[in-house]
T-cell receptor, first 114, second 112 residues
């Protein structure tokens, strides 16, 4: 079974530029999560989808971050414009169902904002 | 807000020794998870603990859960270098939509 796929794996941009990340969850997984992991910290949830609907985006900085999962499968996370403090690893995870299912993490995208 | 605290945050131990990592959480949770993360890598699931008194073991690692004390422990027996990594505990509950709330992680270094 293929795991969670993410691309790109690495991205370096200058502040005020925009960037987009892509995630393809495990086939059949209804729930998709985007987490931000700043160096030296645990991952923090940015947004959670159930199929193509948003379950929780309370911690997403909506003035600069956006995310979509239009067809309920793959998802994109966008930052526009980027700030220095957005430098982090962005992890995508998926689970079979919303409640009580184990989350499987992708390899992450390491973003460096200069 | 669901808070998760781990200690210690850094741990250097000799091969062959035993040690315990502690994870406290602030409110009722549905499940407790332990993950391992190697440098530059993603998260690898180690254990999922579902109920009070749950104990799971895999190799030199054993995890337990006390829901009354809101405490989980990850015990390392006879450490080996391959266990060097960062270990995270995380909890979820229905109030947070089952998203994971992570601790800051424990960075473990096992030395000869």
């Amino acid at each position: 079974e293929a795991g969670v796929a993410q691309s790109p794996r690495y991205k370096i941009i200058e502040k005020r530029q925009s960037v987009a990340f892509w995630c393809n969850p495990i086939s059949g997984h209804a729930t998709l999560y985007w987490y931000q992991q700043i160096l030296g910290q645990g991952p923090k949830l940015l947004i959670q989808f159930q199929n193509n609907g948003v379950v929780d985006d309370s911690q997403l900085p909506k003035d600069r971050f956006s995310a979509e999962r239009l067809k309920g499968v793959d998802s994109t996370l966008k930052i526009q414009p980027a700030k220095l403090e957005d430098s982090a690893v962005y992890l995508c995870a998926s689970s079979l169902v919303l409640a009580g299912a184990e989350q499987y993490f992708g390899p992450g995208t390491r973003l460096t904002v200069t | 807000e669901l808070k998760v605290e781990q200690n210690p945050l850094f741990l250097s131990m000799q091969e062959g020794k035993n040690y315990t990592i502690y994870c406290n959480y602030s409110t009722t949770s549905d499940r407790l998870y332990w993950y391992r993360q190697d440098p530059g890598k993603s998260l690898e699931s180690l254990f999922v603990l579902l109920s009070n008194g749950a104990v799971k073991q895999e190799g030199r690692l054993m995890a337990s859960l006390d829901t009354k004390a809101r405490l989980s422990t990850l015990h390392i027996t006879a450490a080996v270098h391959d266990l060097s990594a960062t270990y995270f505990c995380a909890v979820d509950n229905s109030n947070s939509g089952y998203a994971l709330n992570f601790g800051k992680g424990t960075s473990l270094l096992v030395t000869p």
